[in-house]
């Protein structure tokens, strides 16, 4: 069924009518906003028929699978034909099959609960980690740590768990019970160290926090296994394996956020696979089903989940939590259908070999232009740091990376950028095309970010 609505009349609407996301609509007093009408594959068109390089999935991480799917939008529209809804206090067919599917990618996990969104998804673990200290010892235990330059999320309490300064402004109060870890970027060492002749302190920081906090008093940590929108960090590969033995060594859980690197960004399945260690919790979002439904999830070992277990009688052991929509039944449906593109296409192995090319291409740009400081990331994950000087390393200021970003749009590529996330390293330019990436997209991107730095 086509649109009865013309897309030039949509932009009236939209600039009349919607309020959107971290934006400030002053300049659309003057000028349009962008509205999108179609994809295909990697690109899309705006309302007024331009056409654009998708290099950042659908803006924040999203369509993994690209745009334009039919069998993705005929799983959708099959399942709601037969079953559109019921809570999830009850089970359903694609939930079912999906949290299988799923678990087969994640050995030592064993339960999956949905939700609809990677803030709430976050929520539910640490609401978990709260109700355990509540099981075993009168909450004490109930203290969630996170890392400064990561986020976790739009709610309150992923807030107060977020490490971006300029992201939380004006939203306090936060909320008590989080503590924040030094960041783990090789590039800024909070520790003034250098890779290969450091100790890892970056992680070992974590048992002087716990020890600062009161063991007694540290449920959980929260990581994510790459930084995405603080600047695309990959730790050491020491790192996670020293954080988990400090968890084990304090009885805390690791949770990892996996919302942005979830279902092959980084050539695994998770960001996690590319380290030695596995977590006790792992949440997981936008790619989960490339945005074609909204679905998110938190996988749990068999461990935490039998906790929870007990007499009906017990009117308080069981997780008191529902959210309406989570798990029902469109986002599970689509997520199935995600994972077999992902499979059968051998998208895992694309994004091995062209994320490789990517940062081979991104390095090249690092040798023609001064102002590129660092280039690091993993698979179809890519981030550039600028600076006004090499050896100083002073970040850019965010307009450079806001005309970099725009000089691109204006040639037909989206790409991203760290958007007022903290005050000083709002500097990085970000790169996460659709998991079909070929090397002609690359060498696309690449084009226009070396034309845009030329501009400047
Ligand atoms: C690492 C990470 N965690 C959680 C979230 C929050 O996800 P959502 O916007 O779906 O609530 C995001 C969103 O960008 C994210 O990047």
């Not at 296409?345 to 070999?353: G, H, Y």
């Amino acid at each position: 069924m086509s649109n009865p609505f013309d897309p030039i009349k949509a932009v009236e609407n939209d600039k009349e009518r919607c309020w959107h996301h971290i934006t400030q609509h002053k300049p659309f007093e003057q000028n349009d906003p962008p509205v999108f009408v179609e994809g295909k594959g990697m690109r899309i068109t705006d309302a007024k028929g331009k056409e654009y390089l998708d290099a950042v999935s659908g803006g924040v991480w999203t369509v993994n699978v690209g745009y334009g799917r039919e069998s993705m939008a005929d799983a959708v529209r099959d399942q709601l034909v037969k079953l559109c809804y019921f809570a999830n206090t009850a089970g359903n067919v694609p939930a079912a099959q999906f949290a299988d599917q799923l678990i087969d990618k994640m050995p030592g996990f064993s339960r999956v609960y949905y939700s609809n969104s990677g803030s709430e998804a976050n929520e539910k673990a640490y609401k978990i980690i709260r109700q355990l200290a509540h099981f075993n010892n009168n909450g004490k235990k109930h203290k969630i740590i996170y890392r400064d330059r990561d986020y976790h999320g739009t709610t309150i309490a992923a807030l107060s768990s977020t490490g971006q300064s300029e992201r939380k402004a004006q939203y306090g109060p936060f909320l008590s019970g989080f503590a924040e870890l030094e960041h783990c970027c090789c590039y800024r060492c909070p520790f003034g160290k250098e890779y290969g002749n450091c100790d890892i302190e970056c992680a070992r920081a974590l048992e002087t926090l716990i020890l600062k906090e009161g063991p007694d008093t540290v449920g959980g940590i929260i990581l994510e296994p790459i930084t995405a929108g603080g600047g695309v960090i990959p730790p050491a590969p020491e790192y996670f394996p020293i954080i988990r033995e400090i968890c084990d060594k304090y009885d805390v859980l690791l949770h990892i956020d996996e919302v942005v690197c979830g279902i092959g960004r980084t050539g695994k399945w998770f960001g996690y696979q590319n380290y030695d260690f596995t977590p006790d919790m792992v949440t997981m979002a936008k790619g989960v089903a490339s945005g074609y439904a909204a679905i998110s999830c938190t996988v749990t070992t068999e461990k935490i989940f039998e906790q929870f277990k007990a007499d009906p009688s017990d009117r308080e052991r069981y997780f008191r939590d529902i959210s309406t929509f989570g798990g029902c039944t469109a986002g599970p449906a689509a997520a199935l259908e995600n994972m077999r593109i992902v499979e059968e296409e051998n998208l895992l192995e694309n994004v091995t070999t062209m994320g490789a090319y990517m940062q081979d291409r991104l390095f090249e740009l690092k040798d023609k232009y001064d102002i590129i400081g660092d280039v690091r990331g993993v698979g179809l994950f890519q981030g550039m740091e600028l600076v006004k000087d090499r050896t100083t390393k002073e970040p850019v200021d965010e307009t450079v990376t806001m005309k970099i970003a725009g000089h691109c749009m204006q040639n037909g590529v989206i790409i991203g950028r760290t958007n007022r996330s903290f005050e000083k390293y709002n500097n990085n330019l970000c790169f996460s095309p659709a998991l079909i990436s070929t090397k002609a997209d690359i060498d696309e991107i690449v084009t226009a970010v070396d034309n845009a730095l030329a501009a400047l």
